[in-house]
């Protein structure tokens, strides 16, 4: 059973023994924060603004931060064609793409217990170049419209000339996996007589400015794209 079929209902012993069987660098090292549900690991997917997407270049490990947009299973990517991720990807290989939503800063009673609550996915699977034409721009409009909803139908389309510059890799996901912590800090019981303030900060992602281009003209209204962010 692949963990996308996980049932939420297994019992503890069943989840072990799905980690075991998986490979180790799919495996959450500390169970307690492991999240089995594979929907809440792709919420957390579509709710990150950007990835960091690692894989090996001549040798060596690189970790890129990237736009990411997900349809159904498949995440895609994109940039210039000459970008070394794009580039010097070899069809079929191996990638991990990691995102984090911070929820909140756990300010503890000893700087030891100081933590942060958070929501973090790891997914590894295999990258494609995408050279279907119909693949290319529904991932092209999902990759645009996870910047503003709805922005791909306000914008003048892509050349044949953008197009062709650039270069859209589709990750097919073989593991998925979810950590998350949440909750007060977790002293040390002698602590928490202490005279020393503890507790969580709260954080959370916000629209602070909107800057019109410099050379926008003056009679051109905000789109709908952009009202619906500013709403949200």
């Known amino acids: 059973m692949s963990d996308i079929e ?3 209902a ?21 169970g307690k ?39 159904k299973r498949t995440l895609y990517i994109h940039g210039a064609k000459a970008t070394r991720i794009v580039k010097g990807m ?16 756990v300010v503890a009673r000893s700087a030891f217990h100081h933590s942060m609550n958070y929501r973090s996915v790891v997914v590894h699977g295999t990258a494609r170049h995408v050279v279907n034409d119909w693949e290319r721009k529904a991932a092209l409009v999902a990759l645009t419209d996870r910047l503003l909803p709805g922005r ?34 977790i002293d040390d019981e002698e602590d928490y007589a202490l005279p020393v303030w503890a507790g969580v900060v709260e954080l959370a992602e916000t629209v602070t400015t909107v800057t019109p ?20």
């Not at 297994?10 to 500390?30: G, I, N, Q």
């Not at 957390?44 to 960091?52: C, E, G, M, Q």
């Open 6 to 8: 996980i049932d939420q």
């Open 10 to 30: 297994a019992t503890p012993a069943a989840r072990r023994s799905r980690r075991a069987s998986l490979p180790r660098h799919a495996r959450v090292r500390v």
């Open 33 to 71: 924060r492991e999240v089995a549900d594979p929907a809440a690991a792709f919420e957390v997917l579509d709710l990150a603004r950007i990835a960091h997407v690692g894989f090996v270049d001549e040798g060596r490990p690189m970790v890129i931060p990237m736009l990411h947009a997900r349809i």
């Open 90 to 105: 070899q069809d079929r290989a191996p990638v991990c793409l990691t995102v984090t939503l911070l929820d909140g800063i």
């Open 152 to 185: 791909w139908d306000e914008v003048r389309p892509m050349t044949d000339k953008e197009l062709a510059a650039t270069g859209v890799l589709a990750i097919e996901v073989e593991h998925i996996t979810m950590k998350r912590r949440e909750g007060p800090p």
């Open 213 to 232: 281009d410099g050379r926008l003209a003056p009679d051109v209204p905000r789109p709908r794209s952009l009202r619906d962010l500013e709403e949200t």
